[in-house]
């Protein structure tokens, strides 16, 4: 009931103001009953119509077509529409409602909605053909099928055109369904040997870790349903075979399957869904009767798909998604953030380099055991299982409790990766196991030491030394990001399998040229400490130089978690911005990058990020190590003050060297740091792992 009491405080205010006595006795009978959220829709009806209308804001070019047949039911048809006006954010889309010749007050009520497109039927066709013929007249790429007796929430449209974006085979998508009192409708459909299907999850607790990653699915129940038109064209639309309803959106998604693409449960779309307004439940009577008779229908047609399901009940945990064959699990020390650091973009990046490779991921961070609302639930919507309390005590419980399910644990970072390596190579028998150090901590902090003359800090990289080899041990293949680390770790460790697993990028578009351009930037996360040491190292020593030599030239400074003794350095030639949510504008007007780090390990994403977007880089020699980079052909290193400075200004007012620096950057993000170029990486990591494997199966056998 939670995501439906926002309908109220409009109608109490208007109540308030209005002085409608008997409209308040007739609501607050409807509040007091023993089911007061079945009557939100009458009350948001009644209130809007003593005080405004809804007005849509028409499209000649919709993105998104959302059609709505309707049959009476005026009042649920109403909140339907005002749910889609509050709720549907900046998309361009046009709403079609089909009424099938209703006999309440619904065409009043349609007249005084303005900005729609509203068809009526000569006489009643049924769901079936009124949506068809809502099909018809559509004119966006996407067509959103959608019940009017339901309400949709905040990001809906957003997150069911995200599922198409991020899985380019998406041919269906649906939504998650809850009921008005906010248990779970339908978290997917799950269609068994003899053609019953399952709503998975009836009746539970909707934000379960379980219902809330999109998934390919056999079917989503098509009270909210969206599939590109053009492929709605290629396969027809709802078949009139099922006419008047039930099993046309289960029929619709096997044929989408049987074309090549899949079928996906989108959680991000979170709808509420008042079953049965519609037909009502009683299978015997009614539109209702036709669910027994289509069943039958549906298993003629599709006998021979549904020989390979399970039979009514089989494992549903697995049935809920046949199509899985592996499946990974990474364990992190947080929650990823890819836009506030480096290793989160990286990590966020491999999550769907496993995926590209036919894995399922779930993830645990490990640390917190927390859900955040905008990063736990980006991973979701991308398909990625997450763990969390008050759903996981521990990490050692899951692992206890799946582990033997898992074909790949990865574990990131020496601190977590030493905690539970123990219980993963306990409990996940079928495992490989994964050390991913992210950098070699005990280079990165040696370096420090070397550079601050601190025998305490060098002391402590010892042990992490250890700690980090003693792990390394203990894994099946240590995951290491740079060459340079590759080398070492040779040279330290040579009987630990280790394997070569960068920073995994894509080029973006470049949309200004040189001259458009002014400013340098740095960017990174200040928690991590090398960048708090790198700003105070180039304001205080590179900065007066080049401001002496070029005094119109601003520094801008870009991280989350920035410090106060950083952000004191504020003045109008050092704009700090912070933590940026979008950094495309920023990538887009700079004219150069700096990476100016005096110590630290592994790959700098601070550089992979600004050679996406074509900006030219200067860099200390430590910033570019490990990243196969030409100086004076692909990045400018210079270590020292002044000469720091002066490659600063070299490519800065030179808009040949500027466009050459540009271009190699991008090539170089293409040959060693590219999606294609990490899952070819991994790839070779886990066959060869598998391969291994086999061979020690047929030693033992021989």
């Not at 700090?576 to 110590?599: E, H, M, N, W």
Request: overall charge neutral.
């Amino acid at each position: 009931m939670i995501h439906l009491l926002k309908y109220f405080p409009v109608a109490l205010s208007i109540l308030k103001t209005q002085g409608l006595k008997a409209l308040l006795k007739r609501i607050a009978k409807k509040l007091f009953s023993p089911s007061p959220t079945k009557h939100i829709p009458e009350i948001c009806y009644s209130v809007a119509c003593q005080h405004h209308l809804l007005c849509f804001q028409e499209s000649t070019d919709p993105e998104i077509s959302i059609i709505i047949p309707v049959y009476n039911k005026s009042l649920y048809t109403f909140t339907c529409l005002k749910s889609i006006h509050e709720n549907s954010g900046s998309n361009l889309y046009e709403v079609i409602v089909v009424d099938d010749a209703s006999s309440d007050d619904t065409p009043q009520m349609l007249d005084n909605v303005t900005g729609i497109t509203v068809i009526r039927n000569a006489d009643n066709k049924g769901f079936i053909r009124s949506s068809n013929i809502g099909v018809q007249a559509a004119k966006g790429r996407y067509i959103v099928l959608l019940n009017n007796d339901t309400i949709v929430t905040q990001g809906w449209l957003d997150a069911l055109t995200h599922t198409f974006r991020r899985f380019p085979d998406a041919g269906l998508v649906g939504a998650k369904l809850i009921y008005p009192d906010g248990r779970l409708q339908e978290a997917g459909g799950v269609v068994w040997q003899d053609a019953s299907a399952w709503n998975y999850g009836r009746y539970d607790n909707p934000d379960k870790p379980e219902y809330s990653y999109c998934r390919a699915v056999d079917y989503c129940s098509g009270a909210c349903l969206m599939i590109r038109r053009q492929d709605l064209i290629d396969l027809g639309p709802f078949d009139e075979y099922y006419a008047p309803a039930y099993y046309e959106d289960t029929d619709l998604a096997f044929r989408v399957r049987k074309a090549g693409k899949k079928v996906y449960y989108q959680p991000g779309a979170l709808v509420v869904h008042f079953e049965g307004v519609s037909s009502g439940t009683d299978v015997s009577k009614g539109t209702k009767q036709y669910q027994v008779v289509n069943h039958k229908k549906f298993f003629n047609r599709w006998k021979d798909t549904l020989k390979f399901h399970r039979s009514n009940g089989d494992s549903p945990q697995f049935e809920k998604e046949r199509s899985v064959k592996k499946r990974v699990l990474i364990i992190d020390a947080l929650v990823l953030k890819p836009d506030n650091d480096s290793g989160s973009l990286r990590m966020f990046n491999l999550l769907g380099v496993f995926q590209n490779l036919g894995y399922k991921v779930s993830f645990i961070a490990a640390n917190e055991l927390t859900y955040h609302d905008v990063y736990t639930r980006q991973m979701q919507m991308n398909g990625v299982e997450c763990f969390y309390r008050p759903y996981l005590e521990s990490v050692s419980d899951h692992l206890k409790s799946h582990g033997h399910l898992y074909d790949v644990v990865l574990l990131s970072r020496v601190n977590i990766a030493e905690k539970h390596i123990d219980a993963a190579r306990t409990y996940c028998m079928n495992a490989m196991i994964l050390f991913d150090t992210v950098d070699l901590h005990f280079l990165r902090e040696q370096r420090q030491a070397d550079l601050n003359q601190d025998k305490l800090l060098l002391a402590t990289a010892r042990m992490r030394k250890q700690q980090e080899l003693t792990t390394a041990r203990k894994a099946d293949r240590t995951l290491l990001v740079s060459p340079v680390e590759i080398e070492l770790f040779k040279q330290v460790a040579p009987d630990v399998p280790v394997a070569l697993l960068s920073n995994i990028h894509q080029n973006q578009d470049t949309t200004f040229g040189y001259q458009e351009r002014k400013d340098i930037l740095f960017i990174g996360g200040f928690e991590h400490l090398p960048n708090v040491d790198a700003m105070e190292f180039f304001i205080n020593e590179v900065f007066p130089v080049l401001h002496a030599l070029k005094p119109d030239i601003r520094l801008l400074i870009v991280g989350s978690h920035l410090p106060g003794n950083i952000a004191a350095y504020a003045s109008s030639h050092i704009v700090i911005k912070g933590f940026v949510p979008d950094i495309k504008p920023v990538f887009d007007l700079v004219r150069l990058s700096i990476a100016p780090l005096r110590y630290g390990a592994g790959v700098k994403g601070k550089i992979n990020t600004s050679m996406t977007y074509g900006v030219p880089v200067v860099a200390t020699s430590v910033a570019a190590e490990g990243m196969k980079l030409e100086h004076d052909n692909d990045i400018l290193i210079a270590d020292e003050p002044e000469e720091f400075a002066r490659q600063i200004i070299r490519a800065y007012d030179d808009e040949q060297l500027w466009t050459s620096l540009s271009n190699s950057g991008k090539a170089n993000i293409e040959k060693h740091f590219s999606f294609s170029v990490a899952e070819r990486q991994l790839n070779e990591i886990l066959t060869d792992h598998q391969l291994s494997g086999e061979a020690v199966d047929q030693a033992v056998n021989a």
